[in-house]
């Protein structure tokens, strides 16, 4: 298919729905099929940049140099001393499940995943027509982030035969983050000293990058007010089966830097700061949104904010907007509702 270059499918049972997955804005299909391929602000990171884990003391007393390969995202070297920390060794979503389970299984990637919500949706019509002989049977949405808004839209517009959403971190209400931007003026000043002369172009491009993100009108679309927001039809929803995911922890990533101390013949990691946290030195208070407040956000989303009306099932757990594409409770949930749907 020429308009959709990059489409995976696999034929499962021919008498169940398809298993359709959307991706959220900027992402790929690598999100759900080969995560570890999956790269976030224009292809700048790797997604396991969001998934990493602290770091522990590195071994160097047998080595010339205190380089560490195996295990760091980014190796601890004289040459390059910061690192987001331990990344995991495998990723595996709730694609690869159902695929192992039989079911149809269908992922593609956007052709203009920074566009409005409306094209991507005529990007799903033409999919769909193309692809018909796999969704005769019906399809099942599993989403992430503003791909559940694309499968909403769809479910309204194209008369789709759909017997359930399922949505993880969805932001059904809308995401308050794009009012973060203008905020983002004062973060150089907070992070900048942290960072060695050879690494502030890094870190200058970086801050770019997510100014950008947040000023972009697919973000603005996405607002509790926007007019795409507040004209989805919720009550179209009432009349399939919902399962939807929020997360509860805001921390996206955290920045160590690789202290050496050669007597004992080790690399310490020391933390310098971690999004959302240093956010907070120069956000006004009480004017952090509840995207980035523990208990209450993922870092992009809040968990009310997450809910699908109508839900049949809904879930908050401890996690970020990233991690729960792979938390092993949230796939085992969303396979046993896929078994019950069908």
Not at 110 to 128: F, K
Not at 195 to 224: C, Q, V, Y
Not at 238 to 267: C, H, N, Q, V
Not at 305 to 316: C, M, V
């Amino acid at each position: 298919m020429d308009r959709f270059p990059d489409v995976i499918f696999h034929q499962g049972f021919k008498d169940r729905p398809c298993c359709l997955f959307i991706h959220g804005l900027g992402m790929s299909l690598n999100i759900w099929t080969e995560p570890e391929k999956a790269r976030i602000l224009t292809g700048k990171f790797p997604i396991t940049v969001l998934l990493s884990k602290a770091p522990g003391n590195a071994d160097i007393s047998k080595q010339k140099e205190p380089l560490i390969k195996s295990k760091f995202s980014v190796a601890p070297s004289i040459k390059n001393r910061i690192t987001t920390g331990l990344k995991p060794r495998t990723l595996k979503t709730v694609f690869h499940d159902l695929r192992a389970s039989g079911y149809t299984v269908m992922a593609y990637s956007q052709r203009r995943p920074a566009s409005d919500c409306m094209t991507l949706v005529g990007e799903l019509e033409l999919l769909l027509k193309h692809h018909h002989q796999l969704t005769k049977n019906g399809i099942i949405f599993i989403t992430h982030s503003r791909g559940g808004l694309v499968a909403r839209k769809a479910i309204e517009l194209l008369n789709i035969k759909c017997p359930a959403l399922i949505t993880l971190a969805t932001p059904h209400h809308g995401s308050n983050l794009a009012k973060l931007a203008g905020s983002l003026s004062g973060i150089s000043r907070i992070i900048y000293p942290f960072f060695e002369n050879a690494e502030k172009g890094t870190a200058r491009s970086t801050i770019k990058r997510i100014t950008e993100f947040l000023k972009s009108e697919a973000i603005r679309e996405m607002l509790p007010e926007s007019p795409f927001i507040s004209g989805l039809d919720n009550k179209r929803l009432a009349t399939i089966k919902t399962l939807s995911f929020g997360g509860t922890d805001p921390t996206l990533f955290t920045i160590y830097r690789w202290r050496e101390d050669r007597i004992k013949g080790i690399m310490t990691p020391e933390k310098l700061f971690s999004i959302p946290d240093v956010l907070t030195s120069f956000v006004p208070e009480g004017m952090l949104p509840e995207e980035l407040i523990k208990g209450k956000g993922d870092g992009l989303v809040t968990k009310e904010s997450s809910e699908a009306p109508h839900a049949s099932e809904h879930y908050n757990l401890a996690l970020n907007h990233a991690r729960i594409l792979f938390d092993p409770s949230v796939r085992k949930t969303v396979s046993s509702f896929v078994g019950t749907v069908c």
